[in-house]
């Protein structure tokens, strides 16, 4: 995949982020932002190996997702908490679970589509 197009994508998916976060509240901004998060960590894995499989990409970004969430529960540095969160929430794995399937879905449907010499490599 070209590295522009995942470039924009992260681009926009921390636009989506900041917004919901923005505009809404409650569960849905909260938990809409935890699986946007795991988008974005599957776009910088698809940006730096940009012929990784969908599914390994999406097992990677839920993964250090979940590996995230759960250093919480030892704590996390101070200056790290505004990226990386303060509070364990068990809810937060399903979300974020969520959200690497619909990327990684999403990077399926889009190999699918190219023509098959290009998608070979993928």
Request: charged share 15%.
């Amino acid at each position: 995949m070209p590295r522009r197009p995942i470039a924009l994508a992260a681009v926009l998916t921390v636009a989506a982020g900041l917004g919901v976060r923005a505009l809404l509240s409650g569960p849905f901004a909260k938990y809409s932002g935890d699986a946007l998060y795991t988008v974005l960590i599957y776009l910088v894995i698809v940006f730096i190996r940009p012929h990784v499989r969908p599914w390994t990409a999406a097992l990677l970004a839920c993964g250090l997702s979940w590996a995230i969430e759960f250093a919480q529960i030892a704590g996390i540095p101070t200056v790290l908490r505004p990226l990386l969160g303060s509070t364990f929430n068990p809810p937060d794995l399903f979300w974020y679970a969520a959200g690497a399937t619909l990327a990684g879905a999403v990077h399926y449907v889009i190999l699918r589509r190219q023509p098959s010499e290009r998608r070979a490599d993928a």
